[in-house]
């Protein structure tokens, strides 16, 4: 069974930094893409960024690049976004997804695991 478990979100001033940790286990995810999501109440859940574990591809929301840094550590099955030059509207809860790729996959796809949300509040 995959388990993703988030940390790191808090409260920060605009301009400020946080970064999100996503502790994976339950699997080999050679053959997995992560993703960072995040929703604000009454929206839709929005694509923020991806990783492809094996190539450590990235892809972002371009409302984040620039501004943010998603990575992984392979001997840590961890996945990190560096969010920096923080603004009040990345104000949301942040979840932490898995996918087992496939040809047909793309960063802000379907994604088959998710974590419990952290959530991230920036002051203006």
């Known amino acids: 069974q995959v388990q993703l478990v988030e940390s790191g979100g808090g409260l920060v001033q605009a301009g400020g930094s946080l970064r999100l940790s996503c502790a994976a286990s339950g699997r080999t995810f050679s053959r997995y893409a992560m993703g960072w999501f995040r929703r604000t109440p009454g929206k839709e859940r929005d694509f923020v960024a991806a990783?492809?574990?094996?190539?450590?591809?990235?892809y972002y929301a371009d409302s984040v690049k620039g501004r943010f840094t998603i990575s992984r550590d392979n001997a840590k099955n961890t996945v990190y976004l560096q969010m920096n030059s923080l603004k009040p509207e990345d104000t949301a809860v942040y979840y932490c997804a898995a996918v087992s790729m496939s040809s047909n996959w793309y960063p802000g796809g379907f994604y088959d695991y998710w974590g419990q949300g952290t959530q991230v509040t920036v002051s203006s």
């Open positions: 990783i492809t574990w094996s190539r450590g591809s990235t």
